[in-house]
């Protein structure tokens, strides 16, 4: 019989534990602190968000990568300055970062896998760090062309940067933790690019005519994000892939909110780790006995990386990103009144605002519906802004509509089209296929980022502004209709869960009760 119950111990495709302590004479007070699982109390969740922020920090960096062509091409566009760029050279200044983020995301499908999630996470950092110090000494040159050079190769490794810091981190955040709180830790990554896209607006805003102390001040940042990288222990799972099974034990005790001295027998806790441990093995076992094609040609890896592809595709083609990028030129081409830069502030304080709710909008909402309203949302914002310049006589005497349409815009995007593909990407790939998966889907996704902000300018001048607006709204209405045929929702979902509902097409609901010791483990297999 004994041999019978631990039989049973070996977990589905689909593993949710949730341990009830049975009455041994324990006070209801003790009693009803242990009900909630151990990766959920609050000492736990401390220990996780600390870690995810610590991770973070250098996404905040990437995020200043991004922003910085907004805050800096009014200054090098000044023909009064010594050094400045005309607009064909503006433009690659501005682009070239994109260019380099498929780079990053093959990178970091190499690296994911095979030196775990945390010496990624430092790699990435040190080759941001890398971009910031040849942006800092690129005008110890005194040739203008070998300053403009080096300036591009600058970009171009924070462009790595940035595409190696789309899935790090989330998938980092993702093992640490368990499917309650999962969601708000891997919003950890789209709030530290809404953060680092702030200060470098607010960079620009109180610096005006010092591009060099701009990137001298982003360099020190990225240092210090470097080194905060260290303290973090490596995820568990990744340990048990490697065998490691004592590192991570250490890891898992602490993300689980238990003393580093193991003093006394946690069930809960040696279910969770024999449980990780069976993933682990069986990752490995799939992993040795198929190649990287073989695996792509499985349903539980080529539909989500087809599914990620695309929604990254609309994510860029709806102009996402080009109004990050090109915010105060934008801005003044729309018409805003007053100062271009206070107007990109603005809306760096509304992404901050609107991401820091996320959490509990993706939880109460789901992934899905956040989607379609996010992209509803910006179509209807991009067409307020056409038609403010179609008809100039009555929408175009609305002097406040273009401000508030740009943030409304950025509200919207945060809601889920600038947010979700970096939430989702952490969810929905299985963890034999997670590197190398995010880092593919992150590959096409960035090469569009490039062309959609390298074409920018020209499709401006070749459509005007009104049609420009207009040709994004198209498209975030055909991103609403993506979303909804095609995202599955992922909220409160195992990653195990996915997994299934990839190779299946469905989510299985299953219960089975197994008694372990004092402790009763109930597997419970949700079926929608």
């Known amino acids: 019989?004994?041999?019978?119950?631990?039989?049973?111990?070996?977990?589905?495709?689909?593993?949710?534990p949730t341990v009830v302590a049975k009455d041994n004479g324990a006070p209801k007070d003790s009693k009803a602190k242990d009900a909630k699982p151990l990766g959920e109390r609050r000492l736990?969740?401390?220990?996780?968000?600390l870690m995810v922020f610590l991770g973070n920090s250098g996404v905040l960096g990437s995020g200043m990568v991004v922003s910085m062509p907004a805050v800096t091409l009014n200054q090098l566009h000044d023909e009064t300055q010594p050094f400045w760029l005309n607009k064909d050279e503006s433009s690659w200044f501005a682009s070239i970062q994109n260019m380099a983020c498929p780079l990053g995301g093959l990178l970091v499908s190499y690296f994911l896998d095979r030196i775990g999630r945390k010496h990624t996470i430092l790699l990435t950092n040190v080759i941001g760090l890398i971009g910031w110090i040849l942006l800092v000494t690129s005008f110890m040159h005194s040739e203008r062309d070998m300053i403009y050079y080096q300036m591009l190769v600058g970009r171009c490794f924070g462009g790595i940067m940035i595409g190696m810091f789309?899935?790090?981190?989330?998938?980092?955040?993702?093992?640490?933790?368990?499917?309650?709180?999962r969601g708000r830790l891997i919003l950890g990554t789209s709030l530290g690019l809404a953060s680092g896209i702030l200060l470098m607006y607010c960079l620009?805003?109180?610096?005006?005519?010092?591009?060099?102390?701009?990137?001298?001040i982003s360099c020190c940042y990225q240092l210090a994000a470097t080194l905060l990288v260290f303290p973090m222990p490596e995820s568990p799972s990744w340990l048990l892939t490697r065998g490691k099974e004592e590192r991570a034990r250490k890891s898992l005790r602490y993300f689980r909110g238990l003393p580093k001295k193991e003093v006394d027998y946690v069930p809960e806790f040696e279910a969770e780790l024999a449980h990780m441990k069976e993933l682990a093995e069986l990752s490995n076992t799939t992993a040795a006995a198929?190649?990287?094609?073989?695996?792509?040609h499985r349903p539980e890896v080529y539909k989500p990386v087809l599914m990620m592809t695309t929604f990254f595709g609309f994510q860029q083609?709806?102009?996402?990103?080009?109004?990050?990028?090109?915010?105060?030129?934008?801005?003044?081409?729309?018409g805003v009144t007053?100062?271009?830069?206070l107007v990109a502030v603005l809306l760096g304080v509304a992404r901050i605002i609107t991401t820091l709710f996320m959490g509990g909008i993706f939880e109460k909402w789901g992934r899905k519906p956040s989607g379609i309203f996010s992209a509803t949302g910006m179509g209807v914002c991009m067409l307020l802004l056409a038609g403010g310049n179609w008809f100039p006589d009555t929408l175009g005497t609305w002097h406040w509509l273009p401000v508030a349409c740009i943030v409304a815009h950025i509200v919207f995007s945060t809601m889920g089209m600038l947010t979700l593909p970096f939430f989702m990407i952490s969810e929905v790939f299985p963890q034999r296929a997670r590197g190398s998966a995010s880092g593919i889907a992150i590959f096409f996704g960035m090469i569009l980022a490039f062309i959609m902000l390298k074409i920018y300018p020209n499709m401006e001048a070749v459509l005007g502004t009104a049609n420009l607006f207009a040709f994004y709204a198209g498209i975030s209405f055909l991103a609403a209709a993506f979303i909804g045929t095609f995202v599955p929702e992922t909220r409160g979902r195992t990653l195990e869960e996915l997994e299934e509902r990839w190779q299946t097409g469905k989510f299985t609901r299953r219960l089975t009760i197994v008694n372990l010791k004092d402790v009763e483990l109930h597997e419970v297999f949700l079926k929608k």
């Open 44 to 49: 736990a969740v401390l220990r996780q968000e």
């Open 204 to 216: 620009g805003y109180f610096i005006r005519h010092n591009i060099q102390l701009i990137f001298a």
């Open 317 to 334: 083609a709806c102009g996402v990103v080009v109004i990050i990028v090109y915010a105060v030129q934008i801005a003044q081409q729309a």
């Open 290 to 296: 198929e190649s990287l094609s073989q695996m792509i």
């Open 338 to 341: 007053i100062d271009p830069v």
């Open 1 to 16: 019989m004994k041999g019978q119950q631990e039989e049973q111990l070996v977990p589905p495709p689909a593993y949710r």
């Open 166 to 181: 789309v899935s790090p981190v989330g998938v980092y955040s993702a093992e640490i933790s368990l499917p309650k709180i």
